[in-house]
């Protein structure tokens, strides 16, 4: 994974010799041999074998499997720990979400229903669509195409929205309240949209552009 230059022929040599009564291999000599790189002997008064920690955590698995189990244990812990990390951020950014939606859903409610188009019993009409404006722009589906790809969360009363991400439910947030202004300066929706979508677009791949450059780290 790490090494491109690695001799392939070389240690398939070792690979088959090995095992043999009179098989030796020094750290030296496999480095030599198979362009290893990962591992340095030095020699001296303070001299010895240093490996990168890849190397010696197998290392050490494979000659105590006390050190192995306490690995094995440990890496569980720390993936535990960041699954309720991201949980407790994905928690976050969904309440954020809804309470930016409160904002998109005054903008409508004080810019496009008093210009008479909708009664009473036809409001949510209108939330619907702007809803679903920013479904679309995000996401690529509305709410009612993605219940009836997924009738199975549909009849538990899971919404699109409940499977974002982390990073769409931030561009969520984001959208409601540009919508909430582009609503506000009496925009047209088909002119919303285009700048919505724009504004998605944009922000997600600055986002997955982060988190890729945070897990080369």
Request: charged share 25%; glycine share 4%; proline share 2%.
């Amino acid at each position: 994974m790490s090494n491109t230059n690695f001799k392939v022929v070389e240690f398939d040599h070792f690979k088959m010799n090995a095992g043999l009564p009179n098989f030796v291999l020094s750290v030296s000599e496999w480095i030599d041999k198979t362009n290893a790189v990962g591992m340095y002997v030095r020699s001296g008064r303070y001299g010895g074998t240093y490996a990168h920690k890849d190397i010696a955590f197998e290392f050490g698995s494979a000659i105590s499997p006390v050190f192995k189990l306490y690995l094995i244990k440990e890496y569980q812990r720390l993936k535990e720990a960041e699954s309720e990390t991201n949980q407790l951020e994905w928690n976050t950014r969904r309440i954020l979400s809804k309470v930016n939606y409160l904002i998109h859903t005054d903008a409508i409610q004080q810019h496009i229903i008093p210009d008479g188009k909708y009664s009473k019993q036809t409001e949510w009409i209108v939330y619907a669509e702007e809803a679903d404006l920013l479904n679309v722009a995000l996401f690529g589906c509305t709410a009612k195409e993605w219940r009836e790809a997924n009738p199975e969360w549909a009849k538990q009363n899971k919404n699109i929205r409940d499977f974002a991400t982390i990073n769409q439910l931030t561009v969520l947030s984001n959208l409601e309240t540009h919508n909430a202004e582009l609503i506000k300066e009496n925009i047209d929706k088909v002119s919303r949209f285009k700048k919505i979508a724009e504004i998605a677009s944009y922000q997600l791949k600055v986002l997955t552009k982060a988190d890729n450059l945070k897990g080369l780290n």
